[in-house]
């Protein structure tokens, strides 16, 4: 009876046994899948210079350091243009030894993954141009980026601004663009690209618009660009992971706005248009990628904390117009898995 009653449960056994290599190939293929997906967005992020075969070892070597098992291949990889994404295919498999599977000669079972990413072209350089600063109070609006890889983030380019005593109601005065680079040596270097002094008068020189602003007041602004032809600040934000702006007024309240802070956010205004601009809900943080466009010109300006907001954008103190360039650049925010 008893041999019989072993025989019984062989089935039993098998199926539990079926079921718990079946669960174990089932979270395999998912960590596999997790591993694979990980390789594949760090290739993206490699040097346009590098080749197939070196983007395939490092493939490898992230999907073994992700977890992965047997062997991961990079089908495909096409790189992308200043108007054309990156796109790449990969496969990995891997033969996952079984356990109670054994007892049918089944040694091991295939699991096999694929992943497809597309990175499409980001920003990497930026021209910032002032059209019009005013306030009584000086201040410095400073774009700063935070390098790939970096935790502190290091300034880009600087507006300056220093009030001019015109004791008019909106106050007027000079103000200096810079851009900020580091040399060989690892030191700063500040180059000034543009200068711009504003006036309260009406008698602008030859070539220069007399303007009226909401408090009635007759002024005029002249620009003076370095070199004479210059378009404005260039910056150069391909290898940067993150970029946001800052603001400090030492006589404000705050006396320090930034747009990814939530906080002090909602005094910045952006849009497509210069006469068409949308101030940042409270509570909100401003991606500077994602406000100023390929190939366009977008139009920004900051309330240096002088008046309550949500306020109308006249009552904003800096004005300035952003053109973005997109290129291939390393930022894996911009790659998005398509499988």
Do not use: H
Not at 5 to 19: R, W, Y
Not at 254 to 282: F, Q
């Amino acid at each position: 009876m008893m041999p019989l009653f072993f025989l019984m449960l062989v089935p039993i056994i098998s199926a539990v046994g079926f079921s718990v290599d079946y669960t174990s190939a089932v979270q395999t293929r998912s960590n596999q899948q997790q591993a694979l997906d990980a390789a594949l967005l760090s290739v993206t992020t490699m040097d346009t210079t590098s080749t197939l075969a070196q983007r395939q070892a490092a493939l490898q070597d992230s999907f073994i350091a992700n977890g992965g098992q047997g062997t991961a291949t990079l089908n495909s990889f096409v790189a992308g243009t200043a108007t054309a994404a990156t796109t790449a295919r990969a496969t990995a498999s891997f033969a996952m030894p079984t356990i109670f599977m054994k007892i049918a000669r089944i040694d091991t079972v295939p699991v096999a993954v694929g992943s497809a990413v597309s990175k499409p072209p980001s920003l990497a350089n930026a021209t910032f141009k002032v059209t019009g600063v005013s306030g009584y109070w000086n201040k410095t609006m400073t774009l700063y980026g935070t390098q790939f890889g970096a935790t502190v983030a290091k300034p880009l380019m600087t507006v300056a601004y220093t009030y001019g005593n015109t004791k008019d109601p909106k106050g007027y005065g000079t103000t200096n663009v810079s851009v900020l680079t580091t040399d060989s040596a690892g030191k700063t270097v500040t180059t000034l690209v543009q200068n711009q002094v504003c006036t309260v008068g009406n008698n602008p020189p030859n070539g220069v618009s007399l303007k009226t602003d909401a408090s009635g007041t007759k002024y005029y602004c002249v620009d003076t660009m370095y070199p004479a032809n210059s378009a404005g600040a260039a910056v150069d934000v391909s290898t940067m992971g993150g970029l946001y702006l800052q603001m400090d007024v030492p006589s404000g309240n705050p006396k320090k706005l930034m747009s990814n802070d939530p906080a002090t956010s909602n005094r910045l205004y952006n849009g497509a248009y210069a006469n068409s601009l949308t101030e940042t809900a409270t509570g909100q943080t401003v991606d500077i990628f994602s406000i100023v466009p390929c190939g366009a010109t977008s139009y920004q300006a900051w309330e240096d904390g002088g008046n309550p907001v949500p306020a109308p954008v006249s009552n904003a103190d800096f004005f300035y117009n952003v053109t973005g360039k997109c290129d291939f650049n390393k930022r894996p925010s911009a790659t998005a898995l398509t499988q």
